[in-house]
């Protein structure tokens, strides 16, 4: 059943001052056109104007069957009869008919008038076009985008582009030039609808949707077979294959006199292509080859059945009213009144109706049913905007909502239906705002905030009173019998002969009626008005008055909701665009310049926006059971504060039902969130007041926000103490007393409530209520009184709940930086890292498991490390941990090489903190996880003058590969490190450089120094050695030097043979 309010969506109504009754009617550019004079003239008013004044008037070549309106381009077009002939003709610059004793032209599609017509002054004209068809055109549609026609005929629909054509120097002449036809043999076009490339077919029964895209570039075309060559042109004429009056090929749908109805069916997207009807696409536009080809998608197919249960008969049974709704939004580029055609519409929907229902289809970013709407009468024709539903019946025009808006905020803002963003959903059930009464409704016509309907008074046909009157009789007789039979003691209902005679038509009795008198000229009454509809911020505040009744009678009804969403939409769509879905600025009219649709300025409808956001979180937050997580985004959107949501959701005295579910899930995702705002003592005070109430186990996380860090510490401990009586004591409840009793000052509760619990297990606590260590301002965080205190008492305490914190995606590296920074304000030197954050490093380094942070970590703590030892400036604090506590836990930091303690001993002469620093560095480059290239350009700060520059700078190069620069070095520098450096990494395939690089430099040092170096002695006697057992005795006596001294050498070729001999 659909919700009726009666609200008052219309505004003035004026009555258009027509002389003769009215054919053809269209509306559009804020003018009404009125076929009249049996339909060879028509009539232009202003509808924006007070009395609907006449703008001009002009006559037509033929009899207008049907007019159409484009805004752009500002032309009409009709459908004309004319010797039993069927014409289609453009009327262009018609305004200038206003003008009295205007130039008239009339010529052919495509071509223009030349000659002495366009010498001189421009001349101000109104132009006829003739449009040649190849059939009678039935219907035509118009692009409110880009101005192009659509025709509709027997089998086929023919697309017409608009053109602008400048010829010497003179304004653009409108023009159509005929791109493409579709052949449809299954189909005979009663409605057509055309919108952005979407084409829609309406038949009888039928609706199709189709979607006609441009290829990317031209396609090549393939001669072939008899069918190629005509593939341009339907199968069925080329073949001669018969097809059915559906124009599908199958059997015979009459069979010995039954006729079989179609059955229902709908088809969405992909599968809308096996509806049986094939579309062929025929190029006919010169430019055809040069801007590519067209392909075709299917949509939306949707069949109906007649249904003899809806209130009407098989003859009435007919689609109507099919319409084509683009909706823009913010996001969407301008289109100018040129018809550019830039722009792409957010969405586009799809309207079409049933006498008693109507259906509207969104078709672009995949196709779905948006909404079903069930008339309480027959409905005669139907009109689409974003923000109504306008439905005339015979004597009522009724106003639904729509969920255009829905549609389209969703597919703007991806962060509705979040924590964040929330709208009232599309399938929310539709309402009639308004029921009119009016006599005799004929036509419906929209254009802006203007409607235009057509009424005339029924004249009571003489055959249609003789049927009344025969069935009154009959029936009056079917009563008559039934009873007599009942007197006697027969129930008909029990004997079939019975029933049958009474079913039967008593047509050979005269039925006495009174004939009704012939129609007088003066009974006939028509009349056009023109309805203004109210502006929707307007129409939106007596919403909201309209739902305080529903609150105050009942305020658990859903009535109050579904107004309230109602009107949240009703703005929705006037935020989307200012121009309530039509981008298309209005043709120039003689209407005087007025803000449009009473439209407010943008500051007003934010406000107003913001107010309903509000009233839907109220109505989420008190009354509403089911959904009512929702307060949470709409008090968002609204921008009201957690004091003023807690001043609007404060129960009454006397009401027993406190506060809502709603409001608390707000309350406590407000709180859990980051979030800048502050509450008073007062206010958070209350806050504690709340939960203590209503779930008091969620206390400690509730106390630890930021946002009650004015809250009294003694009535939080007093809650805290009393849901530690009642629930028992946990981790996350004792720290936060201890916090509280810090906060008092009362040094000697704070360690009582710390010392409760073992260091692991607080740190588990702090993972529940990460917020007792820091609290988040955005991008920021600051640390916590507890944490400041931690930092000077246990401060490995501290660093290990960080580190877990982190690794449990609870603080991100970039955050730990600025809350150590806030930590260690002593800090002099703004270029060094203070030591709590390097300890964090180290201990998160020595937790984590993801690479990209170890490969972080590392780089940040070799550069710490360089830098200290290249500055020299003493610490500001102790490690918590020591190199070999590093190098024993964590598997980043490798045992030092041999030859690197020899570089560098442990009494080696710098200061214990810097040792300590050089251990760590070392240890990260003897570990299997730095990449030595990428700290090399840190390299340049560190000196190699002394032992610790020099081993930092030969174990990068050995860890590059560089083992020849580095033995240069040991041997310059340290000669007595070069037998357990080659040991260690002269091994495998770098075992050549014993014999090749080492034992040649060991030999011609030995020589300079005239063997008196006791240190290359030793080095190069270790090195014979090692030559001796990886080569052959030739090979060997080849790397002698000739000026050796053979009682040297002898010995190690004597053994390098015997080991020879033996293998």
């Known amino acids: ?41 028509i009539e232009a008013y202003d509808m924006g104007a007070d009395g609907c004044p006449l703008i001009c008037r002009f006559a037509t070549m033929g009899t207008v069957q049907s007019i159409l309106h484009s805004q752009i381009g500002d032309y009409l077009v009709t459908i004309e009869e004319k010797n039993s002939a069927t014409y289609l003709r453009a009327y262009t610059n018609w305004r200038y008919q206003a003008a009295e004793k205007t130039r008239v032209g009339v010529r052919l599609l495509g071509h223009f008038l030349r000659g002495s017509s366009l010498r001189g002054a421009p001349k101000e004209q109104m132009e006829i076009i003739e449009i040649p068809l190849f059939e009678r055109p039935q219907c035509v549609a118009c692009c409110r985008l880009t101005g192009d026609l659509l025709v509709g005929c027997p089998k086929t629909l023919v697309l017409f582009s608009l053109r602008r054509q400048s010829i010497n120097a003179r304004p653009a002449i409108l023009d159509f030039e005929r791109c493409l036809i579709l052949h449809l043999p299954g189909l005979s076009p009663a409605q057509v609808a055309l919108c952005s490339g979407y084409v829609a077919v309406q038949t009888e029964l039928e609706v199709l949707v189709m979607k006609l895209e441009k290829l990317s570039g031209p396609q090549p075309y393939k001669s072939g077979d008899h069918a190629q060559e005509h593939s341009l042109v339907p199968k069925d004429m080329v073949t001669g294959d018969s097809l059915d009056a559906e124009g599908r090929s199958g059997e015979g749908a009459e069979q010995e006199g039954f006729f079989m109805f179609p059955r229902h069916q709908e088809l969405l997207g992909d599968r809308a292509r096996d509806c049986g009807l094939v579309v062929t696409l025929e190029y006919t536009g010169m430019e055809a080859e040069a ?169 009571e046909n003489p055959e249609n009173a003789e049927r009344a009157a025969r069935r009154n009789t009959e029936s009056k007789d079917h009563r008559t019998l039934t009873g007599i039979l009942l007197a006697v003691g027969i129930e008909p209902s029990t004997t079939p002969a019975l029933e049958s005679f009474l079913s039967r038509p008593f047509l050979t009795r005269k039925s006495s009626y009174s004939k009704p008198k012939e129609p007088t000229e003066e009974s006939h009454g028509w009349n056009l008005y023109v309805i203004d509809t109210v502006p929707p911020l307007q129409l939106y505040h007596e919403m909201v008055e309209y739902s305080k009744r529903y609150e105050e009678t009942n305020p658990q ?246 580190v877990a914190l982190h690794e449990n995606n609870k603080l991100r590296l970039d955050q730990a930086d600025l809350l150590f920074q806030e930590l260690c304000p002593g800090q002099t030197d703004v270029q060094a890292s203070p030591q709590l954050l390097v300890d964090f490093w180290e201990a998160l380094l020595m937790a984590s498991s993801q690479e990209a942070v170890i490969q972080e970590l590392l780089f940040r703590l070799a550069s710490v490390y360089i830098d200290r030892l290249a500055r020299r400036h003493p610490h500001a604090g102790q490690p918590l941990k020591t190199a070999e506590d590093l190098i024993n836990s964590c598997s980043h930091y490798g045992v030092l090489y041999p030859w690197v303690s020899i570089l560098t001993p442990a009494q080696f002469n710098i200061a214990h903190d810097h040792t300590e620093d050089l251990q760590k560095l070392q240890s990260l480059l003897c570990g299997p996880s730095l990449d030595a290239s990428s700290v090399l350009p840190l390299l340049d700060q560190l000196s190699q003058d002394d032992q610790a520059g020099l081993s930092v700078h030969v174990l990068c190069a050995t860890r590059r590969g560089r083992y020849e620069s580095s033995l240069q070095h040991l041997l310059d520098r340290c000669p007595q490190a070069i037998v357990p450096y080659a040991n260690h990494e002269l091994q495998d395939a770098h075992m050549a450089l014993w014999w090749q690089k080492l034992l040649p430099e060991l030999c011609e040092r030995t020589r300079a120094s005239g063997g008196q170096n006791s240190i290359l002695l030793a080095a190069l006697k270790e090195t014979l050695v090692v030559v001796s057992m990886e080569l052959s005795p030739l090979e060997f006596l080849d790397l002698m030097p000739d000026d050796g001294t053979a009682q040297f050498f002898l010995p190690h070729l004597l053994e390098c043979s015997q080991r020879k001999l033996l293998t």
């Open 557 to 802: 009804s859903q009535s109050c909701l579904h107004l309230l969403s109602e009107a949240h939409l009703l703005l929705r769509a006037k935020l989307l665009d200012p121009l309530l879905g039509n981008p298309v600025p209005p043709p120039p009219s003689t209407e005087p310049d007025r803000p449009a649709d009473g439209a407010p300025d943008s500051q007003t409808l934010k406000g107003a926006f913001r107010e309903s956001c509000a009233q839907l979180g109220d109505c989420f937050s008190r009354y509403v059971q089911r959904d009512c997580h929702l307060a949470l985004p709409y008090y968002k959107m609204s921008g009201l504060s957690v004091n003023e949501v807690m001043g609007r959701n404060r129960p009454q005295p006397g009401n027993p039902a406190g506060y809502g579910k709603g409001f608390l899930f707000y309350l406590k995702h407000s709180l859990y969130e980051d979030t800048a705002e502050e509450l008073n003592q007062e206010t958070a005070d209350e806050v504690l007041q709340v939960f203590n109430r209503t779930e008091a186990s969620q206390l400690p996380r509730v106390c630890a926000s930021p946002a009650l860090v004015n809250a009294s510490p003694a009535a939080a401990l007093a809650h805290l103490d009393r849901l530690e009586a009642t629930a028992g004591p946990s981790v996350p409840l004792t720290l936060s007393k201890a916090a509280f009793a810090l906060r008092m000052g009362n040094l000697p509760l704070y360690t009582h409530h710390m010392g409760r619990h073992a260091e692991m297990l607080q740190v588990y606590g702090f993972i529940e209520e990460p917020q007792l260590l820091l609290h988040a301002r955005g991008q920021q965080v600051a640390p916590t009184p507890l944490a400041r205190h931690l930092r000077g008492s246990q401060d490995g305490l501290l660093v290990a709940a960080l």
């Open 1 to 41: 059943m659909v919700h009726v309010y009666n609200c008052h969506p219309f505004a003035s109504q004026q009555i258009v001052p027509t002389e003769q009754e009215p054919g053809p009617v269209c509306c559009g550019g804020g003018a009404l056109f009125v076929v009249s004079a049996g339909g060879c003239k």
């Open 291 to 459: 801007k590519g080809s067209f392909t075709i998608s299917y949509l939306l197919y949707r069949r109906f059945a007649p249904d003899f249960f809806q209130g009407c008969t098989v003859e009435e049974t007919r689609l109507h009213s099919l319409q084509l709704l683009p909706v823009f939004s913010s996001r969407n580029q301008e289109i100018s009144d040129e018809g550019e055609k830039g722009a792409e519409p957010t969405c586009v929907f799809c309207f079409f109706s049933l006498p008693n229902t109507g259906y509207v289809y969104s078709v672009r970013g995949g196709v779905e049913l948006v909404s079903t709407y069930q008339y309480p009468e027959k409905a005669q024709q139907a009109v689409l905007t974003d923000v109504f539903l306008h439905v005339i019946t015979k004597n009522a025009l009724q106003c639904f909502s729509v969920r255009c808006a829905s549609v389209a905020a969703r597919a703007e803002d991806p962060y509705i239906d979040t924590t964040m963003k929330a709208c009232p959903p599309a399938t929310m059930e539709v309402c009639a705002l308004r029921i009119q009464l009016f006599i005799g409704l004929k036509a419906l016509y929209h254009d802006g905030h203007h409607i235009a309907l057509v009424t005339a008074a029924d004249i």
